[in-house]
């Protein structure tokens, strides 16, 4: 597998500070290493590099896919031009996709049709004109960008330092997060499942409610995590965000694995039937009359799961709403003392705000 490769320089009077600035960012998410006026990391996507020093910035950038290449380059140059507080900095990046103009990672998405799974979860099937096979690798989930009613699209571009140009005004796009419960290559079809939430302004949901056949949507990614195939056994556990997520996984993987499943729903209305070649243990959670993102119902289960098994080769993954998410990792770490390579948790929405990403 080859590696591309990416670089800027740009001359900067606070440079140190920007890697300062960067470095306090990264922290929050993975381990950087700082080296005098050098800060770098490396994550199963590639490696970063940047340094600042006597007034010039410089970053390299060494991953195997174009599509992460250009993603690190975006948020990069995103990040460069915040930190320095000049949205106007003028900079360009050389090596593999210096003069790519279009997202390599967009797509334009078509609905097909749209059904209900359950009362509050309803899906759309969204056909692809062109890349669903790229789609359909390197990452389960996708952002989907809405189209204010009655618009014609206007998609987003690459500028020359790197960074995303959106759509402003009347053509700016709204963009969510969801996951891609099926794949269709030959038919070019991908199928999002929308939980049908309570709340008064909520895009997501209402797009999901009311798109109908010839519906156009963006779609950019794929990104976030992939099947975990390499371990022998998984505890996977989530609210109705996360159920799209976890059926996935649940279904592809195959037999001889050992999955334990708790799912957080309404009510009994929400269960659906998965299937799996793999050995599933597969729990309901109710919330009953309970608000979604407060039950602690999750957690419940979490702190009544037996950790002692299985402790060789497992992952544990935990998606809900992000309060609950943090109360849990904060059991999974500080009380079952898990090794935080065995977990990975995710807040999938935030209760009472939008979710803008
Ligand atoms: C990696 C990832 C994958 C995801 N996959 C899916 C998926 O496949 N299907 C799916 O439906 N969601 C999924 N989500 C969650 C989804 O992105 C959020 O629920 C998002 O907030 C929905 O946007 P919205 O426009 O409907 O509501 P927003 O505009 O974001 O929020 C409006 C209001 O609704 C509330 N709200 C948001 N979500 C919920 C909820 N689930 N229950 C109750 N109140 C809520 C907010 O607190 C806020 O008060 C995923 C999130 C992530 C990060």
Redesign the pocket.
Known sequence: MSVLFAETSVEIANAELIVDKFQQHFAEHFPVIREGTVLHYETEYGKVWMAGEKGRFQAEVNCYDAHVLMSIKAMLAEHLLEFSGDKHLRFRWQGHGADLNQLPNLFEGRVVRAFNVTPN?RRLVISVSEGIERLMTGG??VRILIVPQGRTPVWPHLSQTGAVVWPEGDDEL?R????I?YGNVERQEIE????M????????????ATAKAGDLVGIIGPG?GVVPVEVDACVFAG???????ISRMVEELPAGKKITVYAEVADENERQDIKSEADVNWTWLYRNGK???TSGLLEQALRRHDWSEDSDSRHIFI?C?KGEVREIKKFLSDEAKLPKNDFRT????????????
Do not use: C, K, Q, S
């Open positions: 979860m389960l989930h709204i969510r997060v969801y996951t419960r999002l499942d929308f939980v939430h309570e709340g008064n302004h909520m895009p997501g949901a209402h797009f999901g976030g609210d109705e965000t996360a159920l799209p997520v608000a979604a993102g998606a709403e995710a807040g999938y929405w935030v209760l009472g705000e939008a979710d803008d990403h």
